[in-house]
């Protein structure tokens, strides 16, 4: 049936059907755009600016997990507060409309990903309608599961360790809002993306180009990769900060390595 409908379609039927759908993107993300530019001043106060300030929810777990732990560094929040200042006239404003639309993007990913999947699924057949379905579902929870990890855990520590830090005490840190967002949302990014290894994988192992064997081999090279890019995300020489951002990175590899097939016969 998807090939007979396909062929009645000419190329002009296709190129209508693929802008009815952008269309419906654009106006998806204007409309939540515009919605969360008028609550945007809230979310920045509650959601954004919350890594700033001492009572965040992750430096509470730490002071209490590194009080009944003795010999590791112990961790306070008291007196951490970052103040943000803004040098740029119209960095707010700006800062404000991009951030809005950052966002909207996140919060509306798996409409436009259902968008893009109602214009595709016509060209499928059942078991790969199927296939890709799935895919598309742990590739959005892996992505929100990967924002919330960077929103969480990766940014705060970073902020953490680099507010505080001075190549000199007669050097105070005085942090623009432009590099505050530049950090808070590439971090975050990152983490979503990078939080679709497994899929990735899963993907790569289906085609028959992965295979179980090739993880278990370099299982000690990843191990040096993904501490070095732990170091990276996180550039502090505390070790307990350090293994809470690896520990989930190297967590993903060993799904990624679970979900390929064992051998490197493509399964299509």
């Not at 755009?33 to 979310?43: A, D, E, Q």
């Not at 961790?75 to 103040?83: A, I, L, P, Y």
């Amino acid at each position: 049936m998807a090939e007979e409908k396909l062929q009645e379609m000419s190329f002009w039927d296709h190129i209508d059907a693929l802008r009815s759908v952008l269309v419906r993107i654009v106006v998806v993300l204007v409309v939540m755009t515009l919605g969360l530019f008028f609550v945007m001043p809230s979310i920045f106060d509650r959601v954004i600016l919350a890594p700033c300030h001492g009572d965040f929810v992750l430096y509470r777990l730490f002071e209490r997990m590194t009080s009944s732990v003795s010999w590791l560094p112990q961790f306070t929040t008291d007196g951490f507060q970052v103040e943000l200042i803004n040098i740029k006239l119209a960095s707010q404003f700006f800062i404000h409309m991009s951030t809005s639309f950052w966002l909207a993007l996140v919060l509306t990913f798996p409409i436009v990903l259902y968008l893009l999947w109602s214009f595709v699924a016509p060209a499928l057949y059942p078991r790969e309608k199927r296939g890709v379905k799935t895919a598309f579902l742990i590739g959005c929870l892996m992505f929100f599961l990967g924002v919330a990890v960077g929103y969480f855990i990766v940014f705060p520590v970073t902020l953490r360790f680099l507010a505080d830090y001075h190549v000199s005490q007669l050097v105070p840190n005085q942090i623009s809002l432009d590099s505050y967002m530049d950090t808070f949302l590439m971090l975050i990014f990152i983490m979503g993306i990078i939080f679709e290894l497994p899929l990735v994988a899963w993907l790569l192992g289906t085609l028959g180009v992965l295979h179980r064997g090739f993880f278990r081999t370099y299982r000690r090279h990843a191990v040096v990769v993904l501490l070095v890019l732990a170091a990276i995300i996180t550039p502090t020489g505390d070790p307990f900060t350090l293994m809470v951002v690896f520990l989930p990175i190297y967590l993903l590899y060993e799904v990624s390595a679970y979900l390929v097939p064992k051998s490197s016969v493509s399964s299509l």
